[in-house]
């Protein structure tokens, strides 16, 4: 059937081709309350009707989120040149095809929107007022997109307008302090460049003139951070700063402000009441580089009080354009937009990719609720064991020796020493599902670094350590496989006992508990390890590594993969030694998953 096309730009119209008709309606403007004209894509089927909308928002430029670009680029997987991240409001012939509206918006101070960012307290809740006005609306509301697109659906709903019915803010961003709060952003405090690596992407409205005299304030902040040496060796960080400002914003603001704002975990604490509608949420294992999606996913599940499901999914990230899950977010819709019986409410809640297995598992919560929590000793000879350290009267006074390493600074070299601890070969196969956490006992000779904490899975090993020569070490060449990391910041260590769990250590971040190491004192770090799920296999082995610097992998302060950004660390060299014994008993407490138990026939 030969489909006809009529194009109109700035209000205007066109039908486009494909299995699906639609009408294409782009640049539409739509003025707020306060008569900030906001710029917003339209697209709908080509028939009479009225029907559901999903609504789509954030600073990603709108002009390439919708079908024309699919029909050019098809879906790219991340290792492939032409991906492209910020492409991200999900597939619009795919709605279309099911009867929905899908309408993309551009946020106030973005592209071809007008105002300023960070004044749109109320823009949500005006575009479906919108929406919900016009010819082709129902009257009934979701919303659709990842990552950025996601961050803005948590905002949407706390402004609470009746016609938004459910969410499904996959790579869900931020949750504590907003969609880029300074805690689920920087965990621990350790300051990463994800902010200035995503600026290509940036659509915000940025005036560029002579640097001006900031805010008394804001003027001591400026020039602290300018004399701040970590700062002044990443000199494209640095470059930022001179501008006070005027490019890069939440980069220089992490840097002007490296702590959490007074009262954001309370006034974050509201908003979670605030959001009342059926959400779906979760991220992917690749999540934990850039932390925002995948903490904020676990923080919004775990906190709000609404029907929830959680979706956490393997290593690799999704392809863009983003295709991915819409059978998932069609039967959602289906069932909270249609009132179809999709039977999506009758699956358990918690849903993810079991790496090693590599197969799907369920659970009724998240954490899982029949978790063993398993403390693992940091002990002797760079091993990980069960068996909790003997006191000192039993075994003499060399067993409070601490191990050591000394990192030297970025400025001059690229080597990243470690303390690496190993379980020996596993006898069966153990499954690890859920936030970790490590307690490390400590002393350095400076009065600040970087803890940055990996677990591994390192294996197949069929070796057996013996005394011949050739046999005393394990192989270097065994394969690896990252799957988490943790990060703290020494100065960032005190906690707030009131909201930590066992499993998930809750610092203070805020800028009057940041308090310098005395050097050579022994202090107690709790640090938070994000979340992963997978099975070591038997003959695997369970590995930690114990560093305080990362770095670019490409050049020019760059990284080769923008989703995997490297961090802020000590221009200083810093001698790190841990402590292992009774008294001091380092040690990881991970979430281990029982096996089920197989079926016995009658």
């Not at 000779?445 to 057996?464: C, E, M, R």
Request: proline letters at 8%; a neutral charge.
């Amino acid at each position: 059937m030969l489909r006809s096309r009529l194009q109109n730009v700035g209000g205007q119209r066109r039908r486009t081709g494909g299995d699906e008709a639609m009408i294409e309606e782009r640049d539409i403007s739509v003025a707020m309350r306060d008569g900030t004209r906001l710029a917003v894509d339209v697209y709908r089927p080509d028939k009479p009707g009225k029907y559901p909308v999903l609504y789509a928002a954030a600073l990603h430029n709108k002009d390439i989120q919708g079908p024309d670009i699919a029909d050019i680029l098809p879906p790219q997987p991340a290792h492939a040149p032409l991906w492209f991240g910020p492409i991200e409001a999900g597939d619009t012939r795919r709605f279309i095809a099911n009867g929905y509206v899908h309408v993309i918006a551009q946020p106030r101070g973005s592209a071809k929107s007008e105002g300023h960012y960070g004044h749109e307290d109320t823009d949500h809740y005006d575009l479906i007022e919108w929406i919900t006005q016009q010819s082709w609306s129902n009257g009934k509301v979701g919303m659709v997109g990842i990552s950025g697109y996601a961050g803005e659906q948590w905002r949407a709903a706390a402004q609470g307008h009746p016609a938004l019915k459910a969410i499904f803010p996959y790579d869900a961003c931020s949750a504590y302090g907003g969609m880029f709060g300074f805690r689920d952003f920087n965990p621990g405090g350790v300051l990463h460049t994800f902010p200035y690596l995503l600026d290509v992407f940036s659509t915000v409205h940025e005036s560029r003139d002579r640097p001006g005299e900031l805010p008394a304030a804001e003027e001591e902040l400026w020039r602290l951070a300018m004399r701040n040496p970590d700062y002044k060796q990443y000199i494209n960080l640095f470059n930022i700063l001179t501008q006070k400002g005027q490019r890069t914003f939440i980069m220089y603001l992490m840097m002007t402000h490296p702590w959490e704002f007074d009262g954001a975990v309370e006034r974050t604490e509201e908003i979670f009441k605030k959001i009342k509608i059926p959400f779906y949420t979760g991220s992917g294992a690749y999540a934990y580089t850039y932390k925002l999606h995948w903490l904020g996913a676990q923080h919004y599940f775990q906190n709000v009080d609404a029907p929830k499901k959680l979706l956490f999914t393997g290593p690799a990230h999704l392809e863009r354009p983003f295709h991915q899950h819409h059978d998932e977010i069609i039967r959602w819709y289906d069932h909270w937009l249609k009132g179809r019986n999709t039977g999506i409410m009758d699956e358990p809640p918690v849903r993810y990719w079991l790496m090693g297995a590599n197969e799907w598992r369920t659970g009724a919560d998240w954490p899982l609720p029949e978790t063993l929590w398993t403390k693992y000793y940091l002990s002797h000879w760079e091993t990980l064991s069960t068996e909790a350290p003997r006191p000192a009267t039993e075994l003499g006074a060399a067993a409070r020796e601490p191990d050591v390493f000394t990192q030297m600074p970025v400025t001059r070299t690229t080597k990243v020493e470690r303390l690496r601890y190993m379980t020996d070969p596993l006898p069966h196969d153990v499954t690890v599902a859920g936030p970790i956490t490590l307690t490390l006992y400590a002393a350095i000779d400076q009065d600040d670094t970087n803890w940055i904490i990996v677990l591994k899975d390192v294996g197949p090993d069929v070796s057996v350590r013996t005394a011949r020569e050739g046999e005393r070490d394990v192989p270097s060449s065994l394969p690896e496989r990252e799957l988490t990391r943790g990060w703290l910041k020494a100065s960032y260590r005190a906690l707030d006992e009131k909201r930590s769990k066992p499993w998930e250590p809750f610092h203070k971040l805020t800028r009057d508990s940041i308090a310098p190491v005395k050097p050579g004192e022994v202090a107690e770090y709790r640090i938070q390890i994000l979340a992963t799920a997978n099975q070591f296999k038997a003959g695997h082995r369970i590995c930690l590594d114990i560093t305080c610097m990362d770095v670019p992998t490409g050049t020019g302060a760059m990284t080769n993969v923008e989703y995997i950004p490297y961090h802020v660390c000590s221009s200083k060299t810093v001698t790190h030694k841990i402590y292992r014994d009774a008294e001091r008993p380092s040690h990881l407490l991970l979430p281990i998953i029982p096996e089920p138990t197989a079926q016995r026939p009658a």
